[in-house]
């Protein structure tokens, strides 16, 4: 068995590993990133696309700031249509000037990999088999094989970035953690395709047939999703059928300018709130999705990646740049703060927005009352408009 040794082993090279990877190593605290999926798998997942400023100020830090700032879009509102009304939410205003940046996360993840490459941090991609031990311990390690042999990484600290169906939320006794979960009776169909955005601003539809997004991730490639059948399939559903339905879920002022073409990725993604309580087990600390789930609906799951990176990062700088471990104590109690705030704004615009199957009348009028009351109020505009920008670290 071959033995490494460092101070953190990040188990997972998605966005949370790769970020906190960075952040760690761009201060001398050493890192060792064990991802079970190939490089090129890591680089070619399609996934979020709105920044809040936390992240983007982290990103900034992490000296990924270059190319968001060049090629992402800085976002000041969005809109909400119901029906065939159509409502500004202006946030710039509406937050005093905050906004939100428009990059997708294969972009965030492909420049996170670059810089790491190129500062040295030592990342270990197919790696098999990886289990954690004695994180509650005095010898922290984890086990793994690369390249087909054996390899011992022994460390003081864990960070499990390894997502939802990681190995590190599991390798957690059931007595030692608490779950809260919600699953959402529908999923959404996503696609890419290289044609115009329909507008120059996010569009969440709320109408009869179902919810629906336009997005973006540049001004010629769209991201636009609709609300399908949990027990959808992709295979059902033709370009021109998804299209087809966009259209007849967006007003018909902006349905008749959608430019439509073909798809070179769709996807269904279920949706789930999902919440692991605490994040810290002795030396392990869950980080991003291997911690916790939100519908995408509010663009919340990788920006919730990034404030868990940023309380863990100060938690890990004050124990090994000034011995002061009262951050890493405090970790999982401010990260699941603001986790909990996230869970509660992204269940809220879901419910908002989404057609609930076996849906009672009186659900259904309480509904669009809310849609209604959050469209015509000033304050509950401020609220909605403050949770999409961010949540204050
Ligand atoms: P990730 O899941 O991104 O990364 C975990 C990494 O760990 C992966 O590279 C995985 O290969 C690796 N790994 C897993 N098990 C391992 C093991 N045993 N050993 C080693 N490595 C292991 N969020 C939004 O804000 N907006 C969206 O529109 C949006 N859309 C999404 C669509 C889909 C289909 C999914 C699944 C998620 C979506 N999300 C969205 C949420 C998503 O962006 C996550 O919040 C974000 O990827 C979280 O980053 P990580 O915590 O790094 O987890
Ligand atoms: C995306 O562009 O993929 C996106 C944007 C906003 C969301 C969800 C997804 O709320």
């Known amino acids: 068995m071959k033995t490494l040794t460092t101070q953190v082993c990040i188990i997972g090279a998605g966005p949370s590993g790769l970020l906190l990877g960075q952040l760690l190593n761009d201060i001398g605290v050493d ?37 968001m700032h060049s090629q992402g879009m800085v976002h000041g509102g969005f809109a909400i249509t119901h029906e065939n009304d159509f409502h500004r939410i202006d946030l710039d205003r509406l937050t005093g000037g905050k906004t939100v940046m428009v990059y997708g996360q294969t972009e965030v993840t492909k420049d996170l990999v670059e810089r790491r490459a190129a500062t040295g941090g030592v990342t ?5 088999s990886v289990d954690l031990h004695d994180f509650d311990g005095d010898t922290p390690h984890v086990t793994c094989r690369i390249g087909g042999e054996d390899v011992r990484v022994e460390c003081k600290y864990i960070a499990g970035c390894d997502g939802f169906h990681g190995a590190s939320r599991r390798s957690v006794p059931e007595s030692a953690i ?29 109408h009869s047939r179902g919810f629906a997004l336009c ?33 007849r879920r967006l007003p018909p002022e902006i349905a008749e300018t959608l430019t439509i073409g073909p798809s070179f990725e769709k996807t269904i993604a279920p949706l789930r709130s999902f919440v692991a309580e605490p994040m ?40 090994f740049l000034e011995g002061d471990a009262s951050l890493l104590d405090a970790y999982s109690k401010r990260a699941l703060s603001r986790v909990w705030k996230a869970v509660r704004f992204s269940w809220w615009m879901t419910t908002m927005l989404h057609r609930f199957p076996n849906q009672t009348p009186f659900e259904a009028r309480i509904l669009e009352a809310e849609l209604a009351y959050t469209l015509e109020s000033e304050a509950t505009k401020a609220a909605l408009a403050e949770n999409y920008v961010g949540l204050p670290y």
């Open 31 to 67: 890192t060792i990133i064990l991802e079970r999926s190939s490089l090129d798998h890591v680089l070619s997942r399609v996934r979020a696309g709105v920044l809040e400023q936390g992240m983007v100020a982290l990103l900034e830090r992490a000296g990924v700031g270059e190319r």
């Open 124 to 128: 270990h991609y197919e790696a098999s």
């Open 178 to 206: 608490r779950t809260f979960e919600k699953v959402y009776p529908f999923g959404w169909l996503g696609i890419m395709s290289d044609v115009p955005p329909v507008s120059h601003e996010l569009i969440y539809a709320s």
């Open 215 to 247: 997005s973006m991730r540049s001004m010629s490639r769209s991201r636009h999703y609709i609300q399908c059948d949990a027990g959808d399939s992709v295979e059902a559903w033709s370009d021109e059928q998804f299209w087809s339905e966009l259209r």
């Open 280 to 319: 810290r087990f002795g030396n392990l600390f869950l980080v991003g999705d291997a911690a916790h789930i939100v519908p995408p609906t509010g663009a919340k799951g990788l920006n919730l990646a990034a404030s868990d990176v940023n309380y863990l990062f100060e938690g890990l700088r004050g124990y």
